[in-house]
């Protein structure tokens, strides 16, 4: 099978899981993108040395690789404290009701989306709630595409910030 | 090495673990590929989240700009220019030329300078005409400033230092 039919059938099978799982794992949902990201292309890369078995252990051990990379690379960037004894120790937390997350996670999102400045709250908002691509905003907006695609960049990180910054689950 | 059990699994998804035995699942499932499928299916429904639809679009894009070879692979070699000598030669004719249309910039204006009282240490106006030139340290610190960027570049260009011109090789 060709390589690229080979992800498609991927991402028609684990997309959904390996971006949960990603979520689960670093509780940021922008990061959960770029990691879901990050672990299709690297399974799209190494499909020459793939045997194919256990495709769904295969994608969630590169997924789990990609996300412990991150979360290390965001511990070195915190200052380490003098004394580590006095580090503070994350209680687990209680968790949420299972079937709102999907509707709670978009309302939270909208709400982020629109407390950024403009022009950056309407691109984030018909990109990252509504789905819309650069092209189809920067037609909408009668703007150049490019300059779309550069304001949709820096939302994101924004909103990566917003969203790490906010207490959330 | 000690697999993860059903309850440590169940206890990951329902939050009930801290952060250090979170770092432990984690670490456990990037090693081990029989776990991790078992960490995939033990996911509850209620936690499946719905990507965004631009998601797949940006995976499918990149993955096909990895295969063109637009997006360079993460440890691809550096390759090194085919004559590295010639290349160095009409690299530095390139940075001298630009050095010397700079100075030139320079000083064509500096002669219609007339110490004006303008003066700040790296401009001057003149009085006659009111346009500003660069003093004479100001473009000392440019054409500096020019020679360490050309090292740098050719130095990150990885030409090697046996094919420039030394004296020995001149004898």
Not at chain 1, 132 to 159: D, G, N, P, S
Request: with cysteine; glycine share 2%.
């Amino acid at each position: 099978m060709e390589a690229d039919d080979r992800l498609i059938q991927a991402l028609d099978q684990y997309e959904t899981l390996i971006f949960s799982i990603c979520y689960q794992m670093t509780k940021n949902y922008f990061d959960a993108q770029d990691l879901t990201q990050e672990t299709f292309l690297a399974y799209y890369r190494s499909l020459s040395d793939f045997d194919g078995k256990n495709e769904k252990g295969y994608l969630t051990k590169i997924a789990a690789n990609k996300c412990l990379d991150h979360l290390r690379r965001s511990e070195r960037r915190t200052a380490p404290t003098e004394f580590p004894e006095l580090e503070v120790h994350i209680p687990p937390q209680p968790p949420p009701e299972q079937e709102v997350l999907d509707r709670l996670l978009q309302e939270k999102l909208l709400l982020l989306c629109r407390s950024l400045k403009p022009p950056y709250d309407q691109v984030a908002e018909a990109h990252f709630c509504r789905n819309m691509t650069a092209r189809e905003i920067a037609a909408q907006q009668r703007r150049r595409q490019k300059t779309v695609q550069t304001q949709i960049a820096r939302a994101k990180k924004m909103l990566q910030q917003l969203w790490k910054e906010e207490d959330w689950l | 090495m000690t697999h993860l059990s059903e309850e440590k699994i169940q206890k990951y998804y329902q939050n009930m673990l801290d952060s250090r035995e979170r770092m432990e699942v984690l670490e456990h499932a990037a090693q081990c590929s029989a776990c991790s499928e078992r960490l995939a299916d033990a996911i509850p429904q209620g936690l499946l989240l719905s990507p965004p639809l631009t998601l797949r679009q940006n995976i499918q894009e990149q993955c096909s700009a990895a295969h063109t070879g637009t997006i360079r692979p993460q440890h691809a070699q550096r390759t090194v220019p085919a004559h590295p000598h010639k290349e160095f030669c009409l690299y530095t004719a390139k940075v001298v030329f630009a050095m010397g249309v700079a100075i030139l910039v320079a000083f064509t204006g500096h002669s219609a300078i007339d110490h004006s009282p303008e003066y700040n240490g790296h401009y001057t106006a003149s009085p006659s005409s009111g346009r500003t030139y660069p003093t004479e340290e100001a473009v000392s610190s440019i054409s500096e400033g020019i020679s360490k960027l050309g090292q740098y570049c050719a130095e990150a260009l990885y030409f090697y230092k046996e094919d420039l011109p030394t004296n020995k090789n001149k004898q």
